[in-house]
């Protein structure tokens, strides 16, 4: 299994540009969360789902959009990027509530997205 | 949810030395797990103990909870240079099956 991926990678930016990251995942996971890392802040979320067709809003989803159209892909779009939105973005998956591990979260390996 | 909050924020040891951060938060827990995060990776779990757990080990890891003082203790026995990394505790209440995270204790690991 390849966990959770997400894609890009690294991206820049210019303010006012819109962009669309992807993150999926091979477990079957039935939720997914969105955290953004900033120097000395930790991880904060900014959405997360529950399952397929649902989205919640974290603690910093201004500014954000979310969808989670197919149960393995969670998308984070920025329709208006700021440079306040430059960061480093963590996608995570965990199981159902039935499971014995549905507490525990599966991260990504995060996307640099640099805005001008 | 609620932000755990470690202690210290940076730790520098000697290959081998015990490493011991501590995490503390505010209100009741399920439980608390703790994760770890390489320079430019994703955060990994590492354990989890439960609220009516006291202490839990796993390989070179032994976590301690103190419910009654809100606290927790991550030690890393036998440290590693592969062990330098940022680690995170993550109380969690249940609610909406989400973690908060603290600004984590960076650990440096020396030959």
């Known amino acids: 299994n390849a966990g959770v991926t997400q894609t890009p990678k690294f991206r820049v930016l210019k303010t006012g540009q819109s962009m669309t990251l992807l993150c999926a995942q091979d477990?079957?996971?039935?939720?997914m969360y969105w955290y953004r890392q900033d120097p000395g802040m930790g991880l904060r979320l900014i959405h997360y789902?529950?399952?397929?067709?649902?989205?919640a809003k974290g603690e910093v989803p201004d500014g954000y959009n979310v969808s989670r159209l197919k149960k393995q892909n969670f998308l984070l779009g920025l329709e208006s990027a700021a440079p306040s939105q430059t960061s480093v973005y963590f996608c995570?998956?965990?199981?159902?509530?039935?499971?014995?591990?549905?507490?525990?979260?599966?991260f990504g390996p995060g996307t640099r997205l640099l805005v001008l | 949810s609620q932000q755990g909050e470690e202690d210290p924020q940076a730790l520098s040891i000697q290959e081998g030395e015990n490493a011991t951060m501590n995490c503390s938060y505010k209100?009741?827990?399920?439980?608390l797990q703790w994760y770890r995060q390489n320079s430019g990776r994703g955060l990994v779990h590492l354990i989890l103990?439960?609220?009516?757990?006291r202490e839990k080990h796993s390989g070179r890891l032994r976590v301690t909870l103190d419910t009654s003082k809100k606290s927790s203790s991550l030690l890393i026995t036998a440290s590693r240079a592969a062990d330098t990394a940022s680690y995170f505790c993550?109380?969690?209440?249940?609610?909406?099956?989400?973690?908060?995270f603290g600004t984590g204790t960076q650990l440096k690991v020396e030959l």
């Open positions: 995570a998956s965990s199981e159902e509530r039935t499971s014995g591990r549905w507490e525990t979260q599966y």
């Open positions: 477990m079957n996971h039935e939720y």
């Open positions: 789902s529950v399952g397929e067709g649902t989205t």
């Open positions: 209100t009741s827990i399920n439980n």
């Open positions: 103990i439960r609220s009516n757990e």
């Open positions: 993550a109380p969690f209440t249940g609610g909406g099956n989400k973690l908060t």
